[in-house]
């Protein structure tokens, strides 16, 4: 055990720290915090105030559950839209449920402030551990989730420090080695389509080690057309037909954010005549079902998302357990060559 380590203060805030910062009584630092309508507004704002220079946030089970330890888990992601965090979702329940607990879901739609406001929503019914898979997230999320005690695990993602574990793999290396891939397939004129990068920091990511992987091999990623709006097969059909009609150049081979995107591209191309990949190489990212069930299957990364999902909600179960599991378990990405390039 370190040394210092009972030197350090108790992560929780408690009410009483509250009470005592804003100057009044436990009772009223509770009313306050229920929004109770006896408590004078000014009081409350500064009950409020406190609360959050603290990072307090109300128990709201205290009184009910006395005694009793949660068995609930909270899970924030920030879509439901496709498949890719409904397979993080099976792989957590599927590992939970062995040890009898329950995922409560948030869905922050990649919007930092919601996921923020979920995060506090979630810490008042005290869980017993926490799975997110962020957006780009706040100062006072990262504040809240220090200052949450219990077991935290960040998904698919294993690039950026995190608060507590992390479980998935690094995107940046993942667009990396589609670089590399291309380019061992002879392409040399590249394009790069994706959905609003913006509120997506993974795709980001990919994008960032795709032109460093092509930048190793004296190759420039020569079109980047990022379209506004959250991922779908209409918008990668729509940005493959836009990225065709305006390119200086006529790229060789197109990587997309993800197989959404791509399949979308597919459709164009079958409607359009344009043989994918013998007159454009297609590539996306997350090997999902759809992309290989085409009749020339979708170049891709598959990303195991179910098994990432299993593995974090098994960190949380071994932490409550009071064991150690790695701070930083890596759930490897793998590459599936297809047809389309």
Not at 128 to 138: E, F, S, W
Not at 197 to 209: E, N, V
Request: charged fraction near 20%.
């Amino acid at each position: 055990m370190d040394s210092h380590e009972n030197d350090k203060p108790a992560r929780r805030p408690t009410l009483s720290q509250v009470a005592r910062i804003a100057g009044v009584s436990e009772i009223t630092a509770s009313r306050a915090l229920r929004n109770g309508s006896v408590v004078a507004k000014a009081t409350r704002a500064r009950v409020e105030k406190a609360a959050r220079a603290l990072n307090y946030v109300p128990n709201r089970l205290a009184g009910t559950l006395a005694g009793g330890a949660s068995r609930q888990v909270g899970v924030i992601l920030p879509s439901l839209s496709n498949i890719v965090f409904a397979d993080v979702l099976k792989g957590l329940e599927a590992r939970l449920e062995d040890d009898g607990y329950h995922p409560i879901l948030g869905i922050s739609h990649y919007d930092p402030k919601r996921e923020e406001q979920l995060l506090r929503d979630l810490l008042m019914w005290r869980p017993a551990g926490l799975v997110l898979a962020p957006a780009q997230m706040t100062e006072a999320t990262r504040s809240l989730l220090g200052a949450a005690d219990m077991p935290i695990v960040e998904v698919m993602d294993i690039d950026r420090p995190v608060t507590d574990m992390a479980v998935g793999f690094s995107h940046h290396t993942a667009g990396r080695a589609m670089a590399h891939f291309l380019v061992g397939r002879g392409y040399r004129k590249f394009a790069y389509l994706g959905h609003d990068i913006s509120t997506d920091f993974r795709a980001l990511a990919r994008l960032d080690g795709f032109r460093e992987g092509l930048a190793e091999i004296g190759v420039a990623l020569s079109e980047t057309r990022i379209m506004q709006g959250p991922s779908s097969v209409l918008l990668g059909k729509q940005g493959i037909e836009a990225l065709l009609r305006d390119a200086s150049e006529r790229p060789e081979a197109v990587f997309f954010s993800n197989d959404d995107m791509a399949v979308g591209a597919v459709f164009h191309c079958q409607g359009a005549g344009i043989a994918n990949p013998d007159d454009l190489a297609l590539a996306g990212f997350n090997g999902l079902s759809i992309g290989q069930a085409l009749p020339t299957p979708l170049t891709t990364i598959a990303s195991n998302r179910e098994e990432i999902g299993f593995a974090a909600a098994d960190s949380i179960v071994q932490k409550l357990r009071g064991l150690a599991p790695q701070s930083v378990r890596r759930i490897d990405f793998r590459l599936v060559p297809g047809a389309t390039a």
